[in-house]
């Protein structure tokens, strides 16, 4: 496998052509959203141009190009994780979105009292808000796995908190924390042995390793575009087809209909059940052109560039005694992102200071505070690389944390 050559994909990202401040662009908050590349950025604006219509609703030709695009798009997806079948794939605005039908639909259905749902503590907001609201209504009990020193969770932790009284496992396949990828293929196979379904929130995971839905097993998964160079107000809800059959939809309105009475309904088939309304052709054509680039350019040597740019961060950061890292050292169990805390310095003047060098890195609680509270930290700085970082980012990255410390008044 050839490596990838960064400096020639920046090229494809018109962003990287501005300064910031008079300075390169250090571009380092990934795990927060992506930029985009041109082949992405002209795939919308040709939809616009070309093709745009209401898809699914009219016989006319902008409607069909519409529909076309949609379904392509749609296509696209399903390659792109190995899924089964079209039908599985559902397009909503985000991860959160696709968390929130999930809970609603095929939570309010399993979830009686006294059933257990289990998240891990290092969870998004996204993935515990949404189970808190179900368990309030339906009387469930919300259980947390809880990682170790190293951030990571352990075979016995798993075995104790799932159990035959959980109905529900949703955990995220990487953390946006700790960068800890979590072993989803041992919770997944514990969790069916219990009975349970597993939903996984890919939404740091799948912009940046090979997923193979049918390999994974998992029951859910979700994950948002503006994550992997496509546009923001895309996501997706892979569900295995038995289980999104079995699950009422979530929106009601148009498009998701069969046939409408007075006083009930009956609904379409998938994937359309869960698409009420007018759906976001362009993001979903934005997505299809994101994965097209992602494709091309190889997952697995996505993979291999951010671990060698992970490894090289980790080693010049701890050279600083005055940093501390959050997370796995070892870099089989973790992704391409670094959270970090500074001796003295509160992670948002780290961020602020950073931004007068071009340096965008990300500050504060993440959307996991239980996991701060766990940690007890009040908040943490944290890098996250993609396809188009490159070592100089780094080196800018750690002269700036110098230099932070030095207009601190710390010296070097
Ligand atoms: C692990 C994880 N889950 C869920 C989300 C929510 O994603 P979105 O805001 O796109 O819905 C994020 C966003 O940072 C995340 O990192």
Same mark, same amino acid.
């Given at each position: ?186 919770? #997944?196979?514990?969790?069916? $042995? =219990? ?5 996984? /929130?890919?939404?740091? @995971?799948? &912009?940046?390793?090979? *997923? ?89 040597? #996505?993979?291999?560039?951010? $671990? =060698? ?5 980790? /080693?010049?950061?701890? @050279?600083? &005694?005055?940093?501390? *890292? ?87």
């Amino acid at each position: 496998m050839h490596k990838l050559n960064p400096e020639e994909i920046r090229k494809d990202f018109p962003i990287f052509k501005q300064r910031i401040q008079d300075n390169r662009l250090v571009y380092l908050d990934n795990g927060a959203t992506t930029q985009k590349p041109m082949q992405v950025i002209n795939a919308i604006n040709n939809y616009n141009q070309n093709s745009h219509g209401n898809p699914h609703r009219g016989a006319h030709q902008l409607s069909i190009r519409a529909t076309e695009e949609y379904d392509l798009a749609k296509e696209k997806v399903r390659k792109f994780i190995n899924a089964r079948y079209i039908e599985e794939i559902i397009f909503t605005r985000n991860t959160t979105e696709s968390i929130n039908l999930i809970a609603y639909s095929c939570g309010k259905k399993l979830i009686n009292k006294g059933d257990e749902i289990v998240l891990a503590i290092s969870e998004h907001h996204s993935n515990i808000l949404p189970w808190q609201r179900l368990v309030k209504e339906n009387g469930g009990i919300l259980k947390y796995i809880y990682l170790n020193e190293e951030g990571r969770i352990s075979p016995e932790e798993i075995k104790r908190k799932i159990t035959d009284r959980t109905k529900i496992v949703s955990i995220a396949h990487m953390s946006n924390v700790l960068g800890t990828i979590h072993p989803i293929e041992e919770i #997944i196979d514990h969790a069916h $042995k =219990m009975g349970s379904i597993v939903v996984i /929130d890919g939404a740091q @995971s799948t &912009p940046h390793m090979k *997923i193979d839905i049918q390999k994974l097993d998992a029951d859910l998964f979700v994950f948002s575009g503006h994550k992997m160079l496509g546009p923001m107000g895309i996501g997706v809800l892979y569900g295995k087809k038995e289980i999104l059959e079995d699950m009422p939809p979530f929106l009601m309105g148009g498009d998701m209909i069969e046939y409408v009475y007075e006083q009930e309904a009956t609904f379409a088939p998938l994937p359309y059940k869960f698409e009420a309304g007018t759906q976001n052709v362009e993001g979903a054509v934005g997505l299809g052109a994101a994965i097209d680039y992602l494709e091309k350019i190889g997952l697995d040597r #996505i993979e291999n560039h951010e $671990k =060698m740019l992970t490894e090289y961060a980790l /080693d010049r950061m701890l @050279s600083l &005694p005055y940093v501390s *890292i959050q997370g796995p050292k070892d870099l089989e169990m973790r992704g391409g992102l670094i959270s970090f805390t500074i001796d003295d310095i509160h992670p948002h003047d780290i961020a602020t200071i950073l931004d007068s060098y071009g340096v965008a890195i990300r500050a504060g609680h993440h959307c996991a505070q239980p996991l701060m509270r766990y940690l007890d930290v009040p908040a943490t700085s944290r890098i996250s690389f993609y396809l188009y970082n490159t070592k100089e980012d780094v080196d800018l990255f750690v002269e700036g944390i110098k230099n932070v410390r030095k207009w601190l008044g710390y010296g070097s």
